[in-house]
């Protein structure tokens, strides 16, 4: 599992555009958006790399954050 906190996600559209941004490299990843703590949780068989450089294409600054 994949934690990263999402810098400037702030509403649904931004939440969307996450889970497309993530699901375009892993279709059939599990996404979880928490907007109040602008966190996402991933659940995918793709590289941490992969997953964080797709989220950054769509706009959105991340970071990993350790369990």
């Known amino acids: 599992m994949l934690k990263l906190k ?3 996600m702030s509403c649904g559209h931004c939440a969307s555009t996450v889970r497309k941004a993530v699901t ?3 279709p059939a990843a599990e996404v979880t958006v928490d907007l109040p703590s602008g966190t996402v ?4 068989a ?3 790399a992969s997953i ?3 989220i ?9 954050l350790t369990a």
């Not at 949780?41 to 995918?44: I, K, L």
């Not at 950054?56 to 990993?64: F, I």
């Open 41 to 44: 949780t991933v659940e995918s």
């Open 46 to 48: 793709a590289s941490e």
């Open 52 to 54: 964080g450089e797709a």
């Open 24 to 26: 375009s490299v892993d």
């Open 6 to 8: 999402v810098q400037d």
């Open 56 to 64: 950054r294409a769509a706009g959105y600054r991340n970071e990993t």
